[in-house]
């Protein structure tokens, strides 16, 4: 089967790609490298049927991505990482609407299913625990993380007009926060972040008091779910995916010190105001569809850890 995977360079895409090439796949990737480090795409490329195409999906798209026939498109391209939240704000709100737009249209020119990578990002500040897909959230329209939690907002609604309107196949999925292999240092996700501080011997940075609890799935569970979402999920439907199980993030940073067998000290910073203090996912309607986590945390973090030596 023929597979498109917009951002597919970035941290997930490469996950899918690969995990999608092994099942006998064709797979081709567009991306334009905006928060993608371009080593892991080059060496791929030896996969025979694996297609690259550098390309901002906010434009015009490309010939060869027009006439071709994919059954399927994961939509995964947008700006990610913390520090992009003000530097990429504008690139997040148009990849999110003009590019999810043009690719929208392109699965319906092509018959094509189309799954859309939402985030937990659209449940804001939650005060509800734990979240459903019917939680309408609680977002700040114009805080500092509007940018992404507004643009993924938009870019629901407008798959979801596509599959009213259209009859189009449309999947959304609510990612929660998720590591492993290929993960891109510069946006300052927590887990490369800590690991490559314990390997470096630098003080681990925790960010307030480090009672934040947060959820960890290993990037291997992630692209299962997408596949089985992209594959059994009911077209119309949202699903969130990630783990179920809390951590704190001093306890993280001491899980992450005994699997590196790091010196590193932990020195508390300062917290940015706009960051939540908790998420949960209720995973009860994926679940529904087969899906488990079969990897702990600790099994992902020694896995992540030896991916980089
Ligand atoms: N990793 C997580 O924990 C997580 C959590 C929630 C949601 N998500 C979502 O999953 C998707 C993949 O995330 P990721 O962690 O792999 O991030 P990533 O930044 O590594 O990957 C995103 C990719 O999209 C590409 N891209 C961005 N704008 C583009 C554009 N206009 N045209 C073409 N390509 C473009 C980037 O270059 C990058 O390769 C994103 O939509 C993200 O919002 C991820």
Do not use: W
């Not at 490469?14 to 928060?35: C, E, P």
């Not at 994919?70 to 939240?85: E, S």
């Not at 309408?136 to 009213?164: C, Q, W």
């Not at 999925?173 to 300052?188: C, E, H, K, L, S």
């Amino acid at each position: 089967m023929h597979i498109l995977i917009t951002g597919g360079a970035g941290f997930i895409g490469i996950n899918l790609t690969i995990k999608l090439l092994k099942q006998g796949h064709k797979v081709t990737v567009l991306d334009n490298f905006i928060t993608a480090d371009k080593n892991n795409i080059k060496n791929l490329l030896r996969e025979g049927n694996l297609n690259f195409i550098e390309s901002d999906i906010c434009r015009e798209l490309p010939k060869e991505i027009s006439r071709k026939n994919y059954k399927q498109i994961y939509h995964l391209a947008c700006p990610t990482g913390v520090p992009n939240l003000v530097k990429r704000a504008r690139e997040m709100l148009l990849t999110c609407s003009v590019g999810t737009l043009n690719i929208l249209e392109l699965a319906r020119k092509n018959g094509s299913s189309f799954l859309f990578t939402s985030s937990s990002e659209v449940y804001g500040d939650p005060q509800i625990f734990p979240q459903n897909e019917s939680y309408t959230g609680n977002v700040d329209s114009l805080g500092i993380r509007s940018p992404y939690e507004e643009g993924k907002r938009f870019a629901e609604s407008l798959s979801i007009m596509y599959h009213r309107k259209y009859k189009l196949d449309t999947k959304i999925v609510r990612i929660f926060n998720t590591y492993g292999p290929y993960m891109n240092t510069a946006d300052q996700r927590v887990v490369p972040r800590f690991l490559f501080q314990a390997i470096k011997g630098e003080p681990l940075t925790i960010q307030g008091n480090g009672s934040q609890k947060r959820t960890f799935c290993y990037i291997d569970d992630l692209t299962a779910g997408l596949i089985k979402v992209m594959r059994k999920g009911k077209a119309g439907e949202v699903y969130n995916i990630g783990s179920d199980k809390e951590i704190t993030i001093k306890n993280l940073a001491y899980q992450i010190l005994k699997i590196t067998k790091s010196n590193s000290k932990i020195r508390y910073i300062e917290r940015p105001g706009h960051d939540h203090q908790r998420r949960l996912p209720d995973l009860n309607k994926i679940k529904k569809l087969g899906y488990q986590n079969k990897i702990t945390l600790a099994e992902g973090l020694k896995l992540t850890f030896s991916s980089l030596n």
